[in-house]
Structure formats: structure tokens, C-alpha cells
């Protein structure tokens, strides 16, 4: 405060003493203080009057702000200020902007989509945040997958298959993987002739005798496991069986165990356990067609597409 | 003539005085909420948790899970896109008290009923960063290995149905509850057979993975695995619930 008002205004005192000299100074309240407490008192008027505020009886004031938006069905409709109808109208807009691609991604195959460089970077960017809220937290960021939950979607490996429409249908309808237990059913020596069978794919040095006899029990009746992994045991595409022929694993983790011993026990686990632990969430209701047709080309850009 | 000087020298009066002012806010902001018609909005599908659910509600509680999650997504359009569709006033209707929650360290959970399966559920939380390695949640793993006590099952959904919840003791609310909710879910709230239902949907389900018992994981899954999933959005307008407000 300047010196020259100081001096205009003498100093009130709240009248009290403490302590012999002690005493308060009364100032009355600053005008801008002042000023701005009273427009919010006008302004919380206006607001009454604008938006919906006051309840009465069964029902509340709405306000004479009024809001319009296009719904589902096409309709327009005006009514009175709401957060809900602002959202549709704030969505209304968002959908126009990006308009120009969610019209090409409907309109557009799936090859298309990834051969034209624009729509790609669309794929790219839009893909990468619906992957991350969605599918990272199985398949990981990157889509690398997890060895015992969930499958890697950047190899060339599928279990469910990696054209367009197989990766459209995973995502919409989701999947889940079903083996029988064979506990029970074959001894413990018919399992280990069984992993031996599967390990000789990838040239590891099992007993060539133990191998053959798996390969016999592999396409018999009694274990019958051609049935589902196929003759070749390359695994069929529409029950989603593995291919045990690769070096790519994900239930029994080959990989990481270092002898032959512990490797014929991981896939042995697989066998006697059966898997039902394979489950792949449906999309379809929580994510829009076009949110799943850009995630399909997502995926199958992310490497291994077919 | 009235000096505010007085009131403000008067501590006794001024305590008084401040706390009926505070409260005729809250009574004309808040109260009349309970006689508005449109505030529940008129919706099919949601119904109060079954027995095995509530348990799993009650650990959620105790946990404090609210503390880092909300289940309250609200009519923006990011949260939109990331979540779904906006809660429902419906949808919280018997949740005495409410999940809304206020703080987010973590996503919304409000729709995250069958985002995800069983299995990852249990293993996000036993361990969350082997899932999601910047994860800062904590790890819940004796959920996994504490029997679930539901010895006082029938207690809780008393004291429920005395705050208003529909969970039928008598004849005549059950034959209520078979007419508004289908007899399905009019069985799953009849308090006589709470035990026996919660067992059965325990094991029926096996949320847990491991069939041998009824653990603390069985029962929080298994809420969590319906959150937000009981109202079928697909059957409504996308404007329906503006009306509402």
C-alpha cells in the first residue's frame, strides 16, 4: 500500500487491548475481494437460471440452456443442458473429424487398408492406444505374449490362423482352447514316448526307439492325439491345437528347460493336465466393428500376419 | 440492529448457526435426489449380487481396492473410449454402500466384468507385475490361499435387506423377487438358501483354478467378473439415459 493512502485512511482497532499494547486492527475488506464476491453471487444466479439446478417437489429446474445432438437412429433432438447429451454431441463432432478414415476403414478390405501408407499410420496410431488398454495386459506391449497365458501375435506362428478374416474372428468372437486331461488314460512311460515323439520335431537327441513308439501311441486310438493336433501334428487352425512341429511353445516351456529330462516333464504336464486355461475374450459389444477391424490389421501388421 | 460482530464473539451461536447453514445446503441439494423420479433410471438386467459376489464385494472393501480404483465412469468422451459407456445410477442402486470411489492410481472397473478371463484376474492379482511390469498395485496373494468364511453369509444379506435390498426371507418377497428379476436370479437372493448357492456358484465356476476350495479369490473374481456387465447397452439408444438428467 502507498504511503498517501496509508495516511487517507486511519486505522480502526477492533477496540480490544491484550497485554497492555496489544491490539487488532479492524480493516474492512479489500474492494476487489469485495467486488469479486458479489459477481459470483450474480454469476451463481445466472447459473440457476441457465443450467439444471434446483430440485423441486418430484422433479428439478432444467434451465433454459438447451443442448442438440444426433442420436444412433439419425433423429435430432434439442433438449434442455445435460453432461449426457454433451457428450453425444461432443462424440457427433469427433466422429465427423475422423469421419474420412472410419469411411475408408468400412469401406476398404483388409489388404487395402494395409497397403495404403495413410491408413496405415491411422492403423498404427489409433491401434497401438486400443492395444495397450485392451490386449497388453495378456499379450503384452508389443504383443509379445507370455509363455503359459498368452500367445506371441508377432511371430508367423497361429494357433487360430493369421489371414485377416481368422485374426477378425479371434477378436470379435474371442477363443478358447480346450485338451482333455490324460491322467488316467496312458501311463506315465506312454507320456514320455509322447514328448520324446514331439521333441525328435525339433532334433533334440531323445531315444530314437522311445520317439518311434510315441509316434505309434500319437496317431492310435488310445491316445488319439491326431484327432485334434492332426496327422502331421501341425495342429488344426478351427480348434486352435498347437503346433507341436515348431520350436514355438506356449503351455509346456520347452524352451526354458534346460535338459532333456525337464523338457519331456513340461510337455508330460501338458499331457496329463490338459489345458483349459487358454481363454481369449470376446470383443465383440465392448469394442465397435471398426475398433476391431483396426485392430485386426493392427495385429496383423505387428509381423507375423499371413 | 443485527452486527455480525456479535455473532463472531458469540463462539456457542456461531457453531450452531454455521453448521444450519451447512446442513439447509445439504438437505435441498441432496435430499430431495431420493424423491426425483428420473435419478434411478428405469433399466433391465441389474440385480443385486449374489451371495458369492457380496463376499467378494466385502474383500474388495477390505482391501481397499477403492482406494486406487473407481467404478464410477463418467459421461466424458475419453473415459468413453477407454471404459464404455457411462455408469447408470441403476447400476450402483444396490450397492449399499457405493464403489464410486474418488481416487484413480488405477484404471476404472466399473465395466471391467469379463474384460479379461478368470485366469488372469487371479494371476494379475497374486502378482500384478508379472502381467503388467509397470504396475504399482500391490500383490494380494493370500487371496488365493484364504478360505473364504461365509459363516455369517445370512447376516449380511439381512442387514442388506433391511437397508433395501431385494434379498427375499419370507414367501411373499420371494414370489416379488421371481416377478421382477425371473426365478434364476430370485433363487440366487433367497437368504434361506445363500449357503448352498454361494457353494454352488463357487464350484460351478471354479474362479479360482483350483477346484479343491472356496477361497477369498473365488468370491473377488467372481464380483469382479460382473461388474458393469448386467445392463445390456446393445438393447438401448445411445441417447435413452439422456432423459434421465
Redesign the interface.
Given at each position: 500500500m502507498s504511503a498517501s493512502k496509508q495516511q487517507a485512511h486511519v486505522p480502526q482497532t477492533t477496540g480490544h487491548v491484550w497485554d497492555g499494547d496489544l491490539q487488532e486492527y479492524n480493516n474492512p475488506l479489500p474492494n476487489w475481494w469485495l467486488m469479486a464476491f458479489y459477481a459470483s453471487v450474480v454469476f451463481a444466479v445466472i447459473y440457476w437460471f441457465m443450467y439444471p439446478a434446483w430440485p423441486i417437489a418430484g422433479t428439478f429446474t432444467t434451465g433454459f440452456k438447451t443442448i442438440t445432438y444426433v442420436n444412433n437412429k439419425g433423429v435430432e433432438k434439442t433438449v434442455h443442458w445435460n453432461t449426457r447429451a454433451l457428450l453425444l454431441q461432443e462424440t457427433n463432432e469427433a466422429v465427423k473429424a475422423q469421419k474420412p478414415y472410419f469411411d475408408k476403414l468400412s469401406s476398404m478390405s483388409f489388404e487395402q487398408i494395409a497397403k495404403d501408407p495413410e491408413m496405415n499410420s491411422f492403423v498404427l496410431s489409433a491401434g497401438k492406444e486400443l492395444f495397450s488398454d485392451n490386449c497388453a495386459p495378456c499379450h503384452q506391449q508389443g504383443g509379445a505374449g507370455k509363455v503359459g497365458f498368452a500367445p506371441n501375435l508377432t511371430d508367423d506362428d497361429w494357433l487360430y490362423g493369421g489371414h485377416f478374416s481368422e485374426i477378425n474372428h479371434t477378436i470379435t468372437y474371442g477363443r478358447h482352447g480346450y485338451m482333455p486331461p490324460f491322467a488316467g488314460v496312458l501311463t506315465d512311460q506312454q507320456m514320455t514316448e509322447l514328448a520324446d515323439y514331439i521333441l525328435s520335431f525339433e532334433k533334440y537327441p531323445v531315444n530314437p526307439a522311445s520317439a518311434e513308439a510315441g509316434n505309434q501311441l500319437f496317431h492310435s486310438e488310445t491316445a488319439a492325439c491326431y484327432y485334434c493336433h492332426g496327422a502331421d501334428a501341425k495342429g488344426r487352425k478351427v480348434i486352435g491345437s498347437a503346433n507341436l512341429t515348431d520350436s514355438i511353445w506356449l503351455w509346456a516351456n520347452v524352451p526354458a528347460a534346460k535338459t532333456i529330462a525337464d523338457k519331456e516333464a513340461a510337455i508330460k504336464t501338458v499331457i496329463t493336465g490338459g489345458l483349459n486355461r487358454g481363454v481369449m475374450p470376446t470383443w465383440q459389444g465392448r469394442l465397435s466393428t471398426d475398433q476391431i477391424k483396426l485392430l485386426t490389421v493392427y495385429v496383423h501388421d505387428l509381423g507375423g500376419g499371413q | 440492529m443485527f452486527k455480525h460482530e456479535w455473532l463472531e464473539t458469540n463462539i456457542g451461536l456461531l457453531t450452531i448457526l454455521t453448521m444450519l447453514a451447512i446442513s439447509i445446503g445439504g438437505l435441498?441439494?441432496i435430499a430431495?435426489?431420493f424423491?426425483?423420479?428420473?435419478t434411478v433410471e428405469k433399466v433391465d438386467g441389474v440385480r443385486p449380487y449374489t451371495p458369492l459376489e457380496l463376499r467378494g464385494r466385502d474383500i474388495y472393501q477390505r482391501e481397499g481396492c477403492y482406494l486406487c480404483h473407481s467404478q464410477m465412469i463418467?459421461?466424458?468422451?475419453d473415459e468413453?473410449l477407454?471404459y464404455?459407456h457411462?455408469s447408470l445410477a441403476a447400476e450402483s442402486q444396490y450397492d449399499h454402500p457405493f464403489q464410486w470411489g474418488s481416487k484413480r492410481t488405477g484404471p476404472d472397473l466399473a465395466?471391467v466384468g469379463?474384460?479379461?478371463?478368470?485366469?488372469?484376474m487371479v494371476?494379475?492379482l497374486v502378482s500384478p507385475r508379472s502381467?503388467?511390469p509397470e504396475s504399482v498395485m500391490p500383490n494380494f496373494p493370500w487371496l488365493l490361499t484364504t478360505q473364504l468364511d461365509y459363516s455369517d453369509i445370512e447376516d449380511r444379506m439381512r442387514a442388506l435387506r433391511i437397508a433395501g435390498v431385494p434379498y427375499s426371507l419370507t414367501k411373499a418377497e420371494y414370489d416379488a423377487n421371481v416377478k421382477k428379476f425371473g426365478k434364476q436370479t430370485a433363487d440366487m437372493l433367497d437368504i434361506n438358501k445363500a449357503r448352498q448357492n454361494l457353494i454352488k456358484q463357487a464350484e460351478d465356476n471354479d474362479y479360482d483354478?483350483d477346484p479343491s476350495n472356496i477361497s477369498e479369490m473365488d468370491a473377488l473374481v467372481a464380483y469382479l467378473q460382473v461388474l458393469g456387465t448386467m445392463v445390456d447397452f446393445?438393447k438401448y439408444?445411445?441417447?435413452e439415459?439422456?432423459?434421465?438428467?
Open positions: - | 435441498v441439494e430431495p435426489l424423491f426425483i423420479k428420473n463418467r459421461p466424458f468422451r468413453a477407454r464404455g457411462y465395466r469379463k474384460k479379461y478371463s478368470n485366469e488372469w494371476a494379475h502381467l503388467v483354478g446393445s439408444d445411445d441417447d439415459f439422456v432423459k434421465y438428467r
